[in-house]
């Protein structure tokens, strides 16, 4: 396959720009990114290749990749780019755009994590981590994943058996009811 | 010195030991923490994946009490908390655009003004001599690693503390205490923490690494400033020891626990029982259990 810098292909970066501020047009592929990325080796598209793809309009392939959802977000990329690209502030635009795409995605689960967790926040105002583990393990139907941490956990009085409530989760309900309103236009 | 004080998630649940170290050290230094009022979680890093203004917005709502309040200083020990609270900061300032969303978001219209801190970053303001003058008992003869995670010095137009790729804070205040900081280049390397629940191979592969490479070194423990790494690199332990096959038993210690330890405290104040990895050998060493 062969793919040529076009203006319908440069449309994914201008979204991308419009969306993050960030210039992907700038990256010169010198793969200082991929280099210090603690998950590059088990990433299909590193995240040289994930820029590279990006200003090649290959939106299609970058989902199909994964690599969005496997970024653990450590900073390292943004902070050694010799292009001053905020690598990170891509991903997690390019995280809020696949929301209206409809392209397969090798991790769903980590979407649904991400969304299990705001709901859980949302209704309790502070993170519940048992709801949370228990929820995501029946998505996965490995439900007794990691059960050998948990009574370590327990028995020390660091892990809740059930939700604290915030008293700021009344306000914290009504900030994020008026983000959905600001988003949906 | 007062500051507003936002534990996060994690110091009430799986990361106790570390506020109640805090808390013990704070008392002895003259750190003033005043709980941030109806605090809510931070979004962590669940939030900057859905939607940008919501990752601004919940750090915005604790800062705007804190603000509210009368306070010009807020101390956040985790650092997923102390990085979105600081990121929020650093955008709302370049950013008028995302300024103005966010002011439609709240009513009461925060003003930029209240500047986020790392436990680290004060206790370096405060000064190695006030720490050391507060020293009963040096931990002479325990060696260890400091591993300060991802963000603390990530990137350093958000986190503007430290060196970034070396950084020395944890180690001067350990050789202050009168322990050794033996050197290593595993100190800001990810541990895979927000992966734990959905891609815990990640995780047991880059924390088995760290845990290795601090055996290497020689270290008799390992010294964390972050509630994720220390759930990570204690709570994982015995898994990665079984998968690869090895046998590391490296405790993992809050900094504030040693440095309570080294002001006198009893090692339950500091939570040492919390710990799921024994620190009995390595505390022993300097005569402490
Ligand atoms: S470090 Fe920056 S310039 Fe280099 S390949 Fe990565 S994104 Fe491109
Ligand atoms: S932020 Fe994501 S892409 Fe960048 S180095 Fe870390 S894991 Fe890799």
Redo the contacts between chains.
């Keep these: 396959m062969s793919v040529v810098f076009s203006k319908e292909n440069l449309k994914l970066a201008r979204k991308i720009q419009s969306l993050?501020?960030e210039n992907v047009m700038l990256c010169y592929q010198c793969k200082k990114c991929t280099l210090g990325c603690?998950?590059a080796?088990?990433m299909k598209m590193k995240p040289h290749e994930l820029m590279r793809a990006i200003q090649l309009g290959l939106e299609e392939e970058i989902s199909w990749s994964g690599t969005l959802w496997?970024c653990?977000?450590?900073?390292?990329c943004?902070?050694r780019c010799p292009q001053d690209i905020?690598i990170l502030r891509v991903i997690?635009?390019f995280?809020?755009m696949s929301?209206d795409m409809n392209y397969y995605n090798p991790?769903p689960?980590?979407?649904a994590?991400?969304?299990i967790?705001?709901a859980l926040?949302e209704r309790f105002?502070?993170?519940y981590?048992l709801g949370?583990?228990l929820a995501?393990?029946l998505r996965?139907l490995t439900p007794f994943?990691?059960i050998?941490?948990a009574y370590?956990?327990l028995s020390?009085?660091?892990?809740?058996l059930l939700p604290?409530k915030?008293?700021?989760?009344k306000?914290?309900q009504q900030?994020?009811a008026?983000?959905r309103k600001?988003?949906k236009g | 010195m007062r500051y507003a004080y936002f534990p996060g998630c994690s110091l009430s649940s799986s990361g106790i030991e570390f506020n109640l170290s805090f808390q013990c050290v704070s008392r002895a230094l003259g750190i003033d923490l005043v709980e941030v009022r109806d605090w809510v979680c931070c979004g962590a890093s669940s939030a900057h994946a859905t939607s940008h203004l919501l990752s601004i917005a919940l750090p915005v709502l604790n800062l705007s009490h804190a603000e509210n309040d009368g306070f010009d200083r807020l101390i956040a020990p985790c650092l997923a908390c102390m990085s979105r609270f600081k990121a929020a900061n650093v955008e709302l300032e370049h950013d008028p655009e995302l300024r103005e969303k966010i002011h439609e978001v709240f009513d009461y219209k925060y003003q930029g003004k209240v500047k986020v801190y790392h436990p680290l970053e004060v206790f370096l303001e405060m000064g190695l001599e006030r720490i050391r003058e507060k020293i009963r008992k040096k931990l002479k003869g325990l060696k260890v690693v400091c591993y300060y995670g991802c963000v603390l010095t990530r990137p350093p137009k958000v986190a503007q503390f430290d060196n970034v790729e070396n950084p020395q804070s944890m180690d001067s205040i350990i050789r202050t205490l009168g322990a050794e900081a033996i050197d290593w280049s595993y100190k800001t390397e990810c541990c895979g923490v927000s992966m734990t629940l959905t891609r815990s191979d990640i995780v047991l592969k880059l924390s088995n690494d760290i845990l290795r490479e601090a055996k290497e070194a020689g270290a008799d423990a390992i010294v964390v400033c972050c509630p994720l790494c220390q759930a990570n690199l204690d709570g994982r332990q015995r898994q990665i020891e079984e998968i690869y096959k090895t046998r590391y038993e490296l405790p993992i210690l809050y900094i504030t626990q040693l440095m309570g330890l080294a002001f006198g405290a009893y090692p339950k104040e500091v939570g040492i029982q919390k710990l799921i990895t024994s620190p009995r050998e390595a505390l022993g060493l300097i005569g402490l259990m």
């Design positions: 993050t501020g603690p998950s080796y088990t496997i653990l977000s450590c900073e390292t943004n902070t905020n997690d635009g995280r809020e929301k991790q689960f980590i979407p994590l991400h969304r967790f705001m926040v105002g502070k993170i981590e949370l583990a995501i393990n996965m994943k990691d050998d941490m370590p956990m020390r009085g660091k892990l809740k604290h915030s008293r700021g989760a306000e914290l900030v994020m008026r983000i600001i988003e």
